[in-house]
Antibody, heavy 115, light 107 residues
């Protein structure tokens, strides 16, 4: 069935980078954009950006510009979100979600930033 | 950027009640409005897309309406499993902003 499977939890120090993966299965990978959304504990959902798996085009929220990079590897139907210069306040669950509708979501990846 | 404002931020209702959650956009999003349900520790689940289209497998007690800047999510007869947080999201223009969420509790 249609699934997005994310990589496991990460613990990072402030200033480091983290790269989260999202593997798509059960559908034509290049037919849907992938969006990245994060959620800090007890907080709402925050949209970070999108990537087009067909051509690699990406767009990012202004808050993340210069710190985030979203890429794709079509040979293994996987998209990646790399966030650099991590801060304590980047501690959150990071989700990938399919398309304009967000009809399929990954299970989430917990990223903890702590000294 | 388009700001999405949900109301109420929380509510408590009884089984069988009709419940309505409102989402307002700071500028038009046409019908590019999604509604999600999220339970603790889980990823959000799509309920409604394009403002009023029911996602496959979602119970028919959920419905959405609206266009432009004002939208509503209605649960016609509240069930125990509807206890959750609900979020709206516009997918009309980047950044695809979310409302702040509505926490629904069953009395």
């Amino acid at each position: 069935q249609v699934q997005l499977g994310q990589s496991g939890a990460e613990v990072k120090k402030p200033g480091a980078s983290v790269k989260v993966s999202c593997k798509a299965s059960g559908y034509t990978f290049t037919s849907y954009d992938i969006n990245w959304v994060r959620q800090a504990a007890g907080q709402g959902l925050e949209w970070m950006g999108w990537v087009n798996p067909k051509n690699g085009n990406a767009g990012y929220g202004q808050k993340f510009q210069g710190r985030v990079t979203m890429t794709t590897n079509t040979s293994i139907t996987t998209v990646y979100m790399e966030l650099s210069s991590l801060r304590i306040e980047d501690t959150a669950v990071y989700y990938c979600a399919r398309g304009l509708r967000g009809d399929v979501w990954g299970q989430g990846t917990t990223v903890t930033v702590s000294s | 950027d388009i700001q999405m404002t949900q109301s109420p931020s929380s509510l408590s209702a009884s089984l069988g009640d009709r419940v309505t959650i409102t989402c307002r956009a700071s500028q038009t999003v046409n019908s590019y409005l999604n509604w999600y349900q999220q339970k603790p520790g889980k990823a959000p689940k799509l309920l409604i897309y394009a403002a009023s289209s029911l996602h496959i497998g979602v119970p028919s007690r959920f419905s959405g309406s609206g266009f432009g800047t004002e939208f509503t999510l209605t649960i016609s007869s509240l069930q125990p499993e509807d206890s959750a947080s609900y979020f709206c999201q516009q997918s009309y223009s980047f950044p695809y902003s979310f409302g702040q969420g509505t926490k629904l509790e069953i009395k």
